[in-house]
């Protein structure tokens, strides 16, 4: 029964993690701009296979997370950190009033426009599976003990990309209805909300990081020396 448990509470934290960094409500004006001129049925089969990619890019650092910290040497800990720090810093974004384009900005948007085909780029990355979801979503592998740990993050991607998926589907319809304002004010409400789950991992890693037994021996025998 605990098992059951942490398996669905799992679930619920890689879908509250992920959904305030991906915000598909966000995504949708953009997506509107770059593929201006194409017909409903042509934008939702590039969602459609953007959601796909989405949740492949996520798994693969879902499951290629350890060997990367094991490669390059990051601890738990610190990938923690320096993952809070990096959605932290996205959610203080958020909450900026919105900017003027810079030109590369708004040439990446003409070429995005001018693409037959922007389902992989930039729709599923960086739009949707950009460096924070993917730091993200090696925090949340740092979490999992077993298999059942990795299938559990797996669903909350699942579930994360099928909301996108209606997100963007219906996205002419929402910002008809929202509007600029409701948009503005959702962005600020899914600011504040990565900015608590930053804090959090940052909270996490530096108390991993000052119980971790390995480093209270080392700095007991720098003291010594």
């Not at 509107?32 to 796909?52: H, K, N, P, W």
């Not at 924070?132 to 949340?140: D, K, N, R």
């Not at 219906?170 to 899914?190: D, E, P, Q, Y």
Request: charged share 15%.
């Amino acid at each position: 029964m605990h098992t059951l448990s942490h398996f669905w509470e799992l679930i619920l934290a890689t879908v509250i993690a992920l959904l305030p960094i991906i915000n598909p409500l966000a995504a949708t004006p953009v997506l509107l701009a770059i593929t201006e001129g194409d017909s409903e049925e042509r934008r939702r089969a590039q969602v459609t296979r953007g959601c796909f990619y989405m949740v492949g890019i996520l798994v693969a650092f879902l499951f290629g997370g350890t060997f990367i910290m094991n490669f390059f040497g990051i601890s738990v800990p610190g990938m923690r950190i320096a993952g809070g720090l990096l959605v932290s810093g996205i959610a203080l974004s958020m909450f900026a009033g919105p900017k003027k384009d810079h030109p590369e900005e708004q040439q990446r948007r003409a070429e995005a426009r001018a693409k037959p085909d922007i389902s992989f780029s930039p729709l599923a990355m960086p739009m949707l599976s950009g460096p924070g979801s993917i730091a993200v979503t090696i925090g949340l592998a740092s979490l999992a003990k077993e298999w059942r740990d990795y299938a559990a993050i797996v669903v909350g991607i699942v579930i994360v990309a099928a909301i996108s998926h209606v997100v963007l589907s219906l996205s002419g319809r929402i910002v008809g209805l929202i509007g600029a304002n409701g948009m503005h004010a959702l962005t600020k409400i899914m600011g504040f909300l990565l900015l608590c789950i930053g804090t959090q991992f940052i909270v996490n890693g530096v108390s991993d990081a000052a119980t971790d037994p390995e480093l209270l021996r080392a700095l007991r025998e720098t003291w010594n020396q």
